[in-house]
């Protein structure tokens, strides 16, 4: 049984920066490409970021130039960093692999940005 825990969202100001975490287990982590989610109140989950295996990324175009997929393989996390974040980029954030091999979700992370 897969695992993902995702950390690290909260409420920042636009402008402002988070980085989001997610610890993987249960899984062969390292032959995975990885993805963030993110669902908006009302929307459908939607990619923003994957991350090949090795290391080679794609963003949304919503996101592109403002935030940053990493990974590390022998900690099996996934990292988002998010700068510059925008009232619209409010949402819970997922990771999961790209495409959706797991069968299972995490809890995932609240973001919200406003003033």
């Known amino acids: 049984q897969v695992q993902l825990v995702e950390s690290g969202g909260g409420l920042v100001q636009p402008g402002g920066s988070l980085r989001l975490s997610c610890a993987v287990s249960g899984t062969i982590f390292g032959i995975y490409t990885m993805g963030w989610y993110r669902q908006a109140p009302g929307k459908q989950r939607d990619l923003v970021a994957t991350?090949?295996?090795?290391?080679?990324?794609e963003y949304a175009d919503s996101v592109k130039g403002r935030f940053t997929i990493s990974r590390d393989n022998a900690k099996t996390t996934v990292y988002l960093q998010m700068n510059s974040l925008k009232p619209e980029d409010t949402a819970v954030y997922y990771c999961?692999?790209?495409?959706?091999?797991?069968?299972?979700w995490g809890q995932g992370t609240q973001v919200t940005v406003s003033s």
């Open positions: 991350i090949t295996p090795s290391g080679t990324t």
């Open positions: 999961n692999a790209w495409p959706l091999v797991f069968g299972s």
